[in-house]
């Protein structure tokens, strides 16, 4: 039926930004494969030689940085520009929002507020993780108290961040369509006024007939 | 109301989540680093040994090798060969060993890049006893250690390995020395960082000059002492 008026599908996730979400998912993939040996080194023992998984946690956790930061530069780099703006700087309903745990009325915008979250502290503790397993591979101009600092916030980061991408992953799962944008870049203009109707606002999206914003705002706060 | 709601938030000066979330969290994180010792022992009373053992600030040994495997050597086949600049070349049986007198030290083994784990029970002949059982020749400087996974070497000046609390070990946790902790004898010098600690010890040579074992020709100081000291002689001494 022709509920949709305009472009039938919008661009959520650029070429760039896919690649880069996914080289990044890769890479965290083999860190968190690579990080149980090593860390659980007696239960495993010797699945693979030891150095060898230490050399490949090593260049694949100083890696890390790489797709995300190439994403964010140039002239490809726009929509990721745009995004981190939007996910850095929050407007007040948001916070009261995230505060409330979802149960204030939201006009999401490109992002719910639980999205940008989790893109910030999977930044942020990117930056930790690289910070402190630098300070463990080369350790020598630390005090050993600090080694020892560095190696229990890698370690608790590290369990920390491993539960969020689980969670993510979930998610994701459980919410295939927008799994599939991050896949195919592409989202329905329904499925954007549904869950983003602040951004399809932004992007001129109409609202369906028969439906009033107010509606549409109570769908994204109902489960 | 949400109408007037929707153009506030537009209009609103919005606020800096993102910042805070990377200041907040590298604030932790630069705060664990630093206090991480003091934080360490804290949430070790907490968590005690056992299940504690599995979490990040647990008692635990974190098992490295070289080689990727563990020597498999028995403890009737077990020899330790002791050669060099020594009067009376031995091979020691771990009867042997274990008839002589025996060294009891309870250490925290620490790691040089960090972790530790407190309270080790450790038990073995001294180093110098079995050194004054071979019999030093003159022209001695140093000792070099060998392993039985054929990759691993370790050094200590004459002087480092005469100190009491360097010893080989047969006995670890209050049990054997486990084949993964280097068993069934390897060496401890409780006053360096673990990797001075040459697991699955096999020979002994008394040389003329220190030859740097495997670590150290990777990088890591020749003199590990525990206080970050770097240099031949124990640091302990000049507080005595």
Redo the contacts between chains.
């Keep these: 039926m022709a509920r949709d008026s305009g472009p039938a599908t919008v661009l959520r996730f650029s070429a760039t930004q896919r690649v880069a979400h996914w080289v990044n998912a890769l890479l965290f993939l083999v860190l968190i494969v690579t990080a149980i040996p090593l860390y659980f080194g007696s239960l495993f023992g010797l699945v693979l030689e030891r150095h060898v998984v230490e050399m490949v946690h090593l260049w694949c956790g100083l890696a890390l940085p790489v797709p995300l930061v190439v994403s964010m530069l140039g002239p490809w780099g726009a929509p990721m520009r745009a995004d981190l703006a939007r996910v850095s700087r929050w407007s007040h309903a948001e916070v009261e929002w995230l505060r409330r745990l979802g149960r204030s009325a939201l006009r999401a915008d490109k992002f719910n507020p639980g999205q940008k979250l989790n893109t910030l502290i999977v930044g942020a503790t990117i930056l930790v993780l690289l910070a402190t397993g630098a300070m463990l591979q080369w350790f020598s101009p630390f005090p050993v108290a600090w080694r020892a600092g560095a190696t229990d916030v890698h370690d608790l980061f590290a369990l920390a961040i491993t539960v969020v991408i689980a969670a993510h992953v979930i998610l994701a799962l459980t919410h295939p369509r927008a799994l599939a944008a991050m896949v195919r870049g592409r989202v329905s203009a329904a499925w954007a006024r549904r869950y983003a109707p602040g951004w399809a606002d932004e992007l001129g999206l109409e609202a369906p007939r028969g439906s009033t914003e107010r509606e549409e705002a109570e769908k994204v706060t109902s489960p | 109301m ?2 007037e ?2 153009e506030g ?1 537009r209009s ?1 000066a ?6 805070r ?2 200041l907040s ?2 604030a932790l ?1 630069t705060v ?9 022992s804290a949430a070790r009373g907490v968590l005690g040994s056992g299940i504690g053992g ?1 979490f ?2 647990g008692d ?11 020597p498999a050597i028995t403890a009737e086949a077990y020899r330790l060969e002791v050669s060099g600049l020594v009067k009376r070349p031995q091979a020691l049986t771990l009867a042997d060993l274990e008839a002589m007198p025996a060294t009891r030290l309870v250490r925290t083994f ?1 790691c ?5 784990v407190p309270g080790v029970e450790w038990e073995g002949v001294a180093l110098s006893a079995i050194l004054e059982r071979a019999g030093v020749r003159p022209g001695a400087v140093a000792v070099s250690f060998s392993s039985y996974d054929h990759a691993d070497t370790e050094s200590l000046t004459l002087d480092q390995a005469r100190m009491s609390d360097v010893i080989v070990a047969y006995r670890m946790l209050g049990a054997p020395v486990t084949q ?1 902790h280097g068993g069934p004898v390897r060496l401890y010098v409780a006053p360096m960082f673990g990797y001075k600690s040459l697991k699955w010890l096999s020979a002994i040579r008394v040389v003329d000059r220190v030859e740097p074992g495997f670590w150290e020709r990777n ?1 890591y100081p020749v003199n590990g002492w ?3 000291s770097t240099g031949p002689t124990d640091p302990r001494l000049g507080l005595a």
């Excluded at chain 2, 919005?14 to 910042?19: E, I, Q």
């Design positions: 949400a109408d709601g929707e938030r609103d919005r606020v800096p989540v993102g910042r979330v990377f969290l590298g994180a664990g680093v630093v206090l991480g010792a003091r934080l360490q599995l990040p600030f635990r040994f974190r098992i490295y090798s070289i080689t990727g495997s563990y620490q040089v890049t960090g972790w530790s993964e990088g525990l206080d970050g």
